[in-house]
DNA sequence: CGACGCGTTGACCTCGATCAATTAGCGTGG
DNA sequence: CCACGCTAATTGATCGAGGTCAACGCGTCG
């Protein structure tokens, strides 16, 4: 099973220096573990915790009144989730486990005072959070302008994306951790109309399938009709490199 | 004309100390204007700068592949723009003036220095950017999974609380600084259809309409029918009181 | 005056939702 | 091993919200 440090996480886009590290570090406590399905975080719930994911497999969304249900992201190891917290006194979103995972919690105010001592560490997580606000922008634009068969497509891509980072094995096809109607609550669809368009999609030949596995066959072409971008994987933190202490 | 900086924007969340107000203030140079219909930033442009909006109004937004639009954000006095330039070298959106507007423009190095010096200001800026991130949340899920009607009433009840946080009479209606077809490519829907729902709203007796200007009459219906949650003003600082120096 | 942008309205069509079965997979208890 | 029950995937038939296309009114500006 594949485990992620927030450290892991910010070292991806900075050289971090052995006090950083270990400040990182001091934050990695209080860990929890998660059975598949279980909540960790309820809309509402009063909280002032944050957590980065270390292993498994999670994802936040919102209930409407209805009782419809808005998925905003999935988290993967090393994500950090529960932000919030440093805004607001009571959660904006619900987190569930998706597969069974652990979990680091930190106090915001352990938060805070590491932002404080190492202004480095706070422009990195600064940053990483643009770079989710640009992948939220273009999901946003994906339901507000894109077909079915786009955000599907978008989902794939996007789920592959974060497993590879994770340091998941997915060039040969991965398992598809999502039932349908959670793809099609994602992506703002049906789980009916998401069946049919995963079969469109597989009778176009841009992806194929095998029991739960995903293999993308046309990855150009997939990411062409999704207009997909891999927010992550542009972060440019070489403007702060100087700074270091 | 209303004009706010950004220190009085985070005042607003947290009572700044005299050091904290210089060095905001510190960050108010070069100042720009731009004409209703001016672009200030296109996508893909290679830029190093945030800015604060200090008058007028402004929106940012993404162009799809087929040409169609997708507003993400509408900005008012006292609004941050530009933070993508934190982590990517060229802007993930295009930003626009939708009225004669003022901006003052900062360098990303000159924030992350402010940031480094003053630590409750790098949390206050966080905060209010994941208040930014909880309304993106609320757009997606009305994106998603919400009828046109209310998408359409999400949006007049965002541009109204906007407004009034600004400085802006609004209580006895405002002028809708919007065309139909920016209010359809911010809620995702054709400017055709956006009139029909308009009409619809004012038949059911939700809003009133006269000349350009539109009034809530039924606020608690609207935002019912909206889901609106007005997001900036539930912030809650409190738990960062204590740190002051 | 004419061109243009925006709002408005009607006719028609399509994409995706809804409703309704049916099938496949899988863990449980006998 | 098998029957049962549950959940998810699949497929067909039909419906409707919202898109598309087209026309026209109206105000503004050159």
Redesign the interface.
Known sequence: MRVRSFADRIGEFLSLTVSEQNALAGLEGRARSLRRGAVLLRENDRT?DLFVLSSGMMMSY?L??DG???I?RFLFPGDLAG??A????TS??SVVALADSVVCLFD??QV?AV??RH?RL??A??????????A??????G????SAQARIAAVLLDIRDRMRRSGEEVERGFALPLTQEEIG?A??LTAVHVNRMLRQLEETGLIARTGGRVVLSDEARLA?TA?YVD?LS???????AP?PA
Chains 1, 2 share one sequence.
């Open positions: 002032a919102v409407l009144h419809s249900r808005q905003l932000a919030g440093l805004a607001y006194a904006p979103e915001r105010a805070a932002m404080a202004p706070a422009l997580m600064t940053a990483i959070d643009q770079a989710e606000r640009a939220m922008t273009d999901r946003l634009a339901l507000g302008r894109t609550d992506s703002g062409r207009n927010r542009r972060v440019d933190l070489s403007w702060l700074i």
